[in-house]
């Protein structure tokens, strides 16, 4: 089971880029599937998840209204689309899957601890 996270690059303040999260191995329909992000000296930090089936989309508070994120289950990839980007989005952009289902019973999408199986990060440098 691998996810490939692809998308990553520069970007100017104001842009907007979307970031790609590519599964083998396992279907992401069938899993949650979350991002994260790690700043040099911060923690990891959660940003979004996308439950198993249809049962909904969760967002940080830091991010809900700019950043979206998506699944396509024919492509097997899910996206996490970030508009109006900042500097301070400069990061490292993990994907990662819940592959236990323990989201599915405790809700908690926003643990990094939730998760068990993690793509290798792409970076986002977000600078003019």
């Known amino acids: 089971f691998q996810l490939q996270a692809s998308g990553g690059g520069l970007a100017q303040p104001g842009d907007r880029l979307t970031l790609s999260c590519t599964a083998s191995?396992?279907?992401?329909?069938?899993?949650?599937v979350a991002w994260f992000r790690q700043a040099p000296g911060k923690e990891r930090w959660w940003l979004a998840s996308?439950?198993?089936?249809?049962?909904?989309?969760y967002y940080s508070n830091s991010v809900r209204g700019r950043f979206s994120i998506s699944r396509d289950s024919a492509k097997n990839t899910v996206y996490l689309q970030m508009n109006s980007l900042k500097p301070e989005d400069t990061a490292v952009y993990f994907c990662?899957?819940?592959?236990?289902?323990?989201?599915?019973?405790?809700?908690?999408?926003?643990?990094?601890?939730?998760?068990?199986?993690w793509g290798q990060g792409t970076q986002v440098t977000v600078s003019s």
């Open positions: 990662a899957a819940d592959l236990t289902l323990l989201t599915y019973q405790t809700g908690n999408y926003y643990q990094p601890g939730q998760y068990n199986t």
């Open positions: 191995g396992f279907s992401v329909r069938d899993y949650a």
């Open positions: 996308i439950a198993r089936d249809s049962l909904g989309e």
